[in-house]
């Protein structure tokens, strides 16, 4: 199985940057396409974005499209999203996926989840 972990969380204050990166072990991560979603308290759990393993096609969430950035480096089999201009509401869990075969924004199409890295948005 393909085990995926999170890092990049943090606090940051509003307007401000992160990076997220998710790293795979035991496999190659641009063999799948990874998804990123992210899950508020008393929230379900929402998708971001993806970036396809084919041609790396990338989607957004009308939420975060303009400011997050979905990007791959397959010699390091990581996979980075880069948040700008966060606001409160982006404050959540965020965990990546992966799957060979589903691709989108929904969480039921992944397989393989990581454990989650916590973002706090706040001034």
């Known amino acids: 199985q393909l085990q995926l972990m999170e890092s990049g969380g943090g606090l940051v204050q509003p307007g401000g940057s992160l990076r997220l990166s998710c790293a795979a072990s035991g496999f190659t991560l641009d063999d799948y396409n990874v998804g990123w979603f992210r899950q508020a308290p008393g929230k379900e759990r929402e998708g971001v974005s993806c970036?396809?393993?084919?041609?790396?096609?990338?989607y957004y969430s009308d939420s975060v499209k303009g400011r997050f950035t979905i990007s791959r480096d397959n010699a390091k089999s990581t996979v980075y999203l880069q948040m700008n201009s966060l606001k409160p509401e982006d404050t959540a869990v965020y965990y990546c996926?992966?799957?060979?075969?589903?691709?989108?924004?929904?969480?039921?199409?992944?397989?393989?989840w990581g454990q989650g890295t916590q973002v706090t948005v706040s001034s």
């Open positions: 996926a992966a799957d060979v075969v589903g691709l989108g924004l929904k969480a039921i199409w992944y397989d393989d």
């Open positions: 970036i396809s393993r084919r041609d790396g096609s990338t």
